[in-house]
């Protein structure tokens, strides 16, 4: 296992915020991406991809510590030119594309804590997810504490020609059912229930909910709701090329 520490300077944890939550960010970036070589440092508009969320981190209030969680030093070198805080490099077994999640978070917490660095929550901060809304992190913090929910993730509306009581599914003999078990379709758009699906931008969840559940939405989950115009998830080329030109117009 390779294990990589550095000292941290204090000026990388800000102050507590009013609202005394401490939040860890974490940003995943392992190397070996298949899809888009080396696509967490891949320039996106000038800029590393990983650094467009390090930057979105830091400017947040609410954030207490934005760390990045890599296996690479040159990853790691990166992440550090650009704000966050990189005080390992992750172990071999949680460096794979078959890695979860969940085990990469509870490893930078147990590693945080060994530190004498606890937190009430972590929010996961995807890079292949760059574009969010200014302001939306701190939103997101506020409706998560606000609710006293388990965990918090941003969402996209569903568009209703793919809404779930829309959606049939396939069972014996050739047949199919209504996804949501309905007897009956609902027959106009104007009727259908709102229906969201995760953009991959936010997580956020109580740290205890991470370490004792080993589950990043227990069993109280709310949501912000993002512009979809913002929405792009890299991980192929063709995906590469949408972020550039949504960039665009987003900086336009």
């Known amino acids: 296992m390779l294990i990589y520490c550095t000292h941290y300077r204090l000026n990388f944890i800000k102050p507590l915020p009013t609202n005394n939550l401490k939040v860890l960010a974490i940003i995943p970036a392992r190397s070996g991406s298949k899809g888009v070589k080396d696509k967490n440092i891949r320039l996106l508009a000038g800029k590393p991809l990983l650094a467009h969320s390090i930057d979105a981190a830091v400017e947040s209030e609410l954030i207490t510590t934005t760390l990045v969680s890599t296996d690479s030093e040159v990853y790691a070198d990166i992440a550090k030119q650009h704000g966050a805080l990189v005080p390992f490099l992750r172990p071999e077994h949680l460096s794979t594309d078959q890695a979860a999640s969940i085990d990469v978070v509870i490893h930078a917490l147990e590693f945080m804590a060994e530190q004498g660095e606890h937190f009430d929550a972590i929010c996961i901060l995807q890079p292949t997810t760059p574009f969010r809304q200014k302001g939306s992190i701190d939103a997101a913090i506020n409706k998560f504490q606000s ?3 388990d965990a918090l993730i941003s969402v996209v509306p569903v568009p209703h020609e793919f809404n779930p009581h829309w959606i049939f599914e396939p069972i014996d003999d050739g047949l199919l059912k209504i996804a949501t078990g309905e007897k009956e379709i609902i027959k106009r758009r104007q009727e259908l229930p709102p229906a969201f699906m995760r953009d991959g931008s936010i997580y956020i969840t109580k740290a205890s909910v991470v370490l004792e559940k080993k589950s990043l939405y227990g069993d109280k989950l709310t949501y912000l709701l993002n512009n ?12 590469w090329q949408l972020a550039e030109s949504k960039i665009k117009l987003l900086n336009a």
């Open 147 to 149: 609710t006293g929910a």
């Open 228 to 239: 979809p115009d913002y929405r792009v998830n890299i991980d192929t080329e063709n995906d």
